[in-house]
């Protein structure tokens, strides 16, 4: 398929022939779930920690009598039933939440993504995409002649200039292709490749 490549000002200049495979793949929304969601998921770090009955600090005494009171039997305060009691089921640090996906899963989704941003017109392609100086004001500026209030760029590599430019701008990130990844590219409206990174692209998931 052919994709158009764009100049600074955001025109149509010329094409640039793609993957079938890559960019004209059917929009597959179930596998395109499961990738988001395992990102995100093997992203998480199992900091979170809750108290168990044997955790809490409470009395060892026994509230009151086994019998006779009335009320219902009860051991020590650090019971769950209690207010200040343990958790039943408590979280521990070491929870793992990382969720499987093999490489063959992943390369479709990818390619699922990229299909369907072609097809809504949100993708678009660059013969190459730099900044004179790390200057904030430069890449607002050059996205904003584009006709784009936001992007995520990917590169082949990433230009240092580039990537200091990006740094302070909340609709704009940069990425290389290497470190691309199904969050960052449903998260954006549009999505800007340098031709090379298309190349790339194509190498990494056939």
């Known amino acids: 398929m052919e994709l158009k490549i764009i100049d600074d000002q955001g025109q149509s200049a010329t094409t640039v022939s793609?993957?079938?495979?890559?960019?004209?793949?059917?929009?597959?929304?179930?596998?395109?779930?499961?990738?988001?969601?395992?990102?995100?998921?093997?992203?998480?770090?199992?900091?979170?920690?809750?108290?168990?009955?044997?955790?809490?600090?409470?009395?060892?005494?026994?509230?009151?009598?086994?019998?006779?009171t009335g009320r219902a039997r009860a051991g020590d305060s650090a019971s769950p039933l209690w207010r200040g009691g343990g958790r039943i089921f408590p979280n521990l640090p070491d929870e793992n939440f990382e969720q499987k996906v093999n490489r063959k899963m992943y390369r479709a989704g990818m390619c699922s993504i990229l299909s369907q941003l072609a097809r809504e017109d949100r993708l678009r392609?660059?013969?190459?995409?730099?900044?004179?100086?790390?200057?904030?004001?430069?890449?607002?500026?050059k996205i904003k002649q584009m006709g784009l209030d936001s992007a995520l760029v990917i590169t082949d590599t990433i230009d240092h200039n580039l990537?200091?430019?990006?740094?302070?701008?909340?609709?704009?990130?940069?990425?290389?292709?290497?470190?691309?990844?199904?969050?960052s590219l449903v998260q954006f409206r549009n999505v800007i490749l340098t031709r090379k990174a298309v190349a790339k692209f194509e190498e990494l998931l056939k």
Do not use: C, M
């Open 18 to 68: 793609a993957s079938d495979a890559l960019f004209g793949r059917e929009f597959n929304d179930a596998l395109v779930h499961q990738i988001v969601t395992a990102y995100q998921a093997n992203g998480r770090s199992g900091t979170r920690a809750q108290k168990g009955r044997s955790d809490v600090r409470h009395s060892q005494k026994k509230p009151w009598r086994q019998k006779g």
């Open 125 to 141: 392609v660059v013969d190459s995409f730099l900044v004179e100086s790390p200057k904030t004001k430069l890449l607002a500026q």
């Open 163 to 183: 990537y200091l430019s990006a740094r302070n701008l909340h609709n704009v990130a940069v990425l290389d292709v290497d470190h691309a990844d199904p969050v």
